[in-house]
């Protein structure tokens, strides 16, 4: 069964600093890893998605890397913002789980000005 | 687009009563899917459709939970009845058909059983 584990829980850092999420998984065998943002009360948001012959993708300050073989992703986030406080969450779909997205704990963002 | 919507945004029964969340996707998504969120076990897929039909309900936890889709814009999932230990936020969220594709979420019921 895939588990997903998400270091730190939660992370509190001042405005303007670089930062990395980390997300790990048990089993290998992903046909895709995505990065997600979730505010408080309400739904997700997708972020990154990387398949599994990619080892990053970018968007704007997110960059998010993937190592499929050591079952690791971090997601980086340059110059943060207060605006960026929010959940992240990492999910992974296996190669043969159809649809099924398996998600961490998530870590939790504060970013004080 | 609206985005996928999900109704009510709130509900608060008694144990024992018949609970019925509504989710309408993203128009043109073929793929829908019902997640619960709760602290002790975060976020988790209860059942996936594709086409309206039901591919994946493994993460049904019981015979109390069931889902339907009668058309391509409508799903419900009910339970009957309801526990305390049911409290939770439900998520709704579509995606065009594919593994490789964005899922996009609703903003959640929040369901409280007293």
């Known amino acids: 069964k895939q588990e997903v584990t998400q270091i730190p829980a939660a992370l509190s850092v001042p405005e303007g600093e670089n930062l990395v999420l980390n997300c790990s998984f048990t089993?290998?065998?992903?046909?895709?890893l995505q990065w997600f943002r979730q505010d408080p009360g309400k739904g997700l948001t997708s972020l990154l998605l990387i398949q599994s012959s990619q080892r990053e993708q970018t968007s704007g300050r997110l960059n998010a890397s993937l190592d499929k073989s050591s079952g690791r992703s971090t997601l980086y986030i340059a110059a943060s913002q207060p605006g960026d406080s929010a959940t992240y969450l990492c999910?992974?779909?296996?190669?043969?789980?159809?649809?099924?997205?398996?998600f961490g704990e998530g870590t939790q963002l504060t970013v004080n000005p | 687009d609206a985005g996928v919507i999900q109704s009510p945004r709130h509900e608060v029964t008694e144990m024992g009563q018949e609970v019925t969340l509504r989710c309408k996707p993203i128009s043109g998504h073929n793929s829908l899917f019902w997640y619960r969120q709760t602290m002790m076990r975060g976020l988790e897929l209860l059942i996936y459709f594709n086409n309206n039909v039901p591919i994946d309900d493994s993460g049904m936890p019981e015979d109390r939970f069931s889902a339907k889709m009668p058309n391509a814009s409508f799903s419900t999932l009910k339970i009957q009845p309801s526990e305390p230990r049911d409290s939770a936020v439900y998520f709704c969220a579509s995606s065009i058909q594919g593994a490789h594709r964005t899922q996009y979420f609703g903003p959640g019921t929040r369901l409280t059983v007293l």
């Open positions: 999910a992974v779909t296996g190669e043969t789980s159809g649809s099924r997205l398996t």
């Open positions: 089993d290998s065998a992903i046909y895709n």
